[in-house]
């Protein structure tokens, strides 16, 4: 079991690099802190909450992409709750891109729709 879940997270981490460097994240767009990764996982049937603050006017990017053993939907919403964008399709690699008019902090929504957990890696630029 060690080693599956060892497997799990060095095809996710090779995944999350071809990917950010795919999604050209750079130092100076979107979130304020900068490019940012998060390794985690989703409970079945539950949400995981992040807020993030991004920069208003500059491009903005968050990515998913989980274990394969469940769906993951991705949804941002703004300070007043108010989706911005999401990604819904039947999958656990997840993208979304908008444009802030103002900087704010946003939350990122990730829902995992499935019976059991799912890991998986967070990315905004």
């Known amino acids: 079991m060690k080693s599956r879940n060892l497997s799990k997270v060095c095809v996710l981490a090779i995944v999350a690099l071809v990917v950010v460097v795919a999604m050209g994240f ?17 409970e079945a049937n539950t949400t995981d909450v992040y807020k993030v603050t991004f920069e208003g006017g500059v491009e903005a990017g968050v990515a998913i992409i989980g274990d394969g053993d ?27 891109e908008w444009t802030p008019s103002r900087t704010a902090e946003y939350q990122i929504k990730i829902t995992n729709l499935g019976d059991v957990y799912n890991e998986y890696l967070l990315m905004s630029n």
């Open 26 to 42: 750079q130092a100076n767009a979107g979130d304020v802190t900068g490019p940012n990764w998060h390794h985690d996982r989703v």
């Open 70 to 96: 469940t769906d993951l939907d991705l949804s941002i919403l703004d300070s007043n709750g108010n989706e911005v964008v999401s990604q819904t399709d039947l999958t656990d690699a997840c993208f979304v």
